[in-house]
């Protein structure tokens, strides 16, 4: 790792804005931020050569748990809900009779992995309470990759749990972590749903949830409740949507009025034989889209890899076309998009996290989706510092 007071990128083709608009334009970088774009050539100290690359945000990983980097390829075979419902699925099992030890390793593993293939930022959703979060925070130490995490609590799925029980987990859970994200409806109550929603608002944390991964959830849920799961998740306000592997009814009209961003996890919903989400539909209703590889057990950690499975299984389902560049929005600055935060997007004073990468073919986003390895990686700048 090379640490620069400031430095330039130069002669890149520049993914710039919030469109990722190929420019040829200079960077300069200082104090770990785009300070400073410019045609001319800064008078930086350090200056990288990005002749013949692609310079790209790093990317963000919108859905990840990587706890589970210590069961791969485990459950082959088995069905969803033996593999992830809480609290008896195969990984739940599996984790809970490891060490903190192993589970630290194989997670630290699963970041160097991220690295790897270009990922800076990923939201994780992790396992365990707070001894969970603080096991990824162990894992992370000294690595240059942001963990974003949202925890649960085991109460979260007590159904005689009461309120001031179940107040006074999340609170202690949120003094620990980014936001909370139980698995899904299927698992906890509206009492449960309406606290996450209220306490993670009052603090500004995030609060997400699974919906629809399957059709059997969406239609049980209809036959409880009369209300889909992502109705229910919107009716509660939970701001960041897992999966929508399959919309019913109002659900992406809905979605899309109320301006909730969604985590679609196509390889991983590939892997477990529940269906394909309809990439092409979503993006028609304006919704915002984040792309997560979800479950390490079935699936590398590898957005270079997701971005081309979705692409082109979301072409083949929708028989129309889809948009490169959309596809790898749903990596970069759709990120920014959700969070409002200046990061997964070159622009001027926003954080310096940027890939540099071998350009292979004329088109820029298809030369990162079709043809990019972790070899074709030149550099990789996390917060102004040269990896
Ligand atoms: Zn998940």
Redesign the pocket.
């Known amino acids: 790792m090379a640490i620069y007071m400031d430095f330039a990128i130069e002669n890149g083709l520049v993914l710039l804005g919030m469109d990722l608009i190929p420019t040829n334009v200079n960077l300069f970088i200082e104090n770990g931020l785009i300070k400073d774009i410019n045609t001319i050539s800064f008078d930086a100290s350090n200056t990288i050569d990005a002749n013949g690359c692609i310079v790209c945000p790093g990317f963000i990983n919108g ?1 990840t ?1 990587i706890g589970d980097a210590i069961a791969l390829d485990i459950g082959d075979g088995l069905n969803i809900d033996e593999v992830v419902k809480p609290p008896y699925g195969l990984k739940h099992k599996i984790l809970e009779s490891s060490s903190d030890e192993d589970i630290i390793s194989f997670m630290r593993g699963a970041m160097n992995s991220m690295l790897e293939t270009g990922t800076t930022t990923f939201i994780d ?1 992790r396992e365990g309470g707070i001894n969970g979060v603080n096991l990824l925070k162990s894992a992370n130490a000294g690595l240059p990759i942001s963990p974003i995490i949202l925890g649960r609590d085991d109460i979260l799925i007590k159904n005689d749990a009461t309120e001031n029980e179940i107040k006074s987990a999340v609170k202690n859970l949120l003094m620990h972590c980014d936001g909370i994200a139980p698995s899904g409806f299927g698992e906890i109550n509206d009492l449960s749903a309406n606290i996450i929603v209220k306490e993670c608002r009052k603090q500004g944390k995030i609060s997400s949830i ?1 919906v629809a991964e399957h059709l059997q959830t969406q239609t049980n849920s209809l036959e409880k409740t009369g209300l889909t799961e992502a109705q229910r998740a919107l009716k509660h306000g939970f701001e960041l949507l ?1 999966h929508l592997t399959h919309p019913l009814n109002e659900d992406l009209n809905e979605i899309s009025k109320k301006q909730i961003t969604i985590t679609c996890c196509p390889r991983s919903n590939g892997a477990l034989s529940v269906g394909i989400p309809p990439i092409k539909d979503i993006l028609n209703h304006e919704i915002n889209i984040l792309l997560g590889t ?2 390490l057990m079935f699936n590398s950690p590898n957005l270079l890899d997701e971005m081309e499975y979705a692409l082109k299984v979301s072409k083949a389902t929708s028989q129309s076309y889809i948009s490169p560049k959309e596809i790898l929005k749903m990596c970069t600055t759709n990120f920014s998009k959700f969070s409002q935060r200046p990061i997964g997007v070159l622009e001027k004073n926003s954080l310096a996290d940027i890939l540099i990468i071998k350009q292979k073919s004329e088109n820029p986003y298809l030369s990162i989706i079709n043809r990019t390895k972790p070899k074709h990686i030149k550099y990789l700048i996390k917060k102004g510092n040269v990896i």
């Open positions: 859905h748990h959703y699974h897992i979800d479950n």
